[in-house]
Nanobody, 124 residues
């Protein structure tokens, strides 16, 4: 079993930046393909970004491409989501999710493990 714990959420003004972290335990981190999803009130959970278990490839949702960067540090069992130029519509609970090996998937039903989420609020 894998445990994922997100941190770094909070309140930020429009145009600001925020960095989220996802700490993993319970399985060799380097075998996990890591994803970030988000869910705004009244909306479905949507894919934000993903990074292959090898770290050599990333994928982003069109809505965040160019503003968001996903990275990982296998030595620290941690993945990160750097978000810049934040907009009010980025307000959501952000979830870290993982798959055993495999490619990045944008379907939340394809995930094997989930964290509990961290709230990001973009507001002036």
């Amino acid at each position: 079993q894998v445990q994922l714990v997100e941190s770094g959420g909070g309140l930020v003004q429009p145009g600001g930046s925020l960095s989220l972290s996802c700490a993993a335990s319970g399985r060799l981190f380097s075998t996990l393909t890591i994803h970030w999803f988000r869910q705004a009130p009244g909306k479905e959970r949507e894919f934000v970004a993903g990074i292959w278990w090898s770290g050599g490839r990333t994928d982003y949702a069109d809505s965040v491409a160019g503003r968001v960067t996903i990275t990982r540090e296998n030595a620290k069992n941690t993945a990160y989501l750097q978000m810049n130029s934040l907009k009010p519509e980025d307000t959501a609970v952000y979830y870290c999710a993982a798959r055993n090996w495999g490619v990045v998937e944008q379907d939340p039903n394809a995930m094997d493990y989930w964290g509990k989420g961290t709230l990001v609020t973009v507001s002036s």
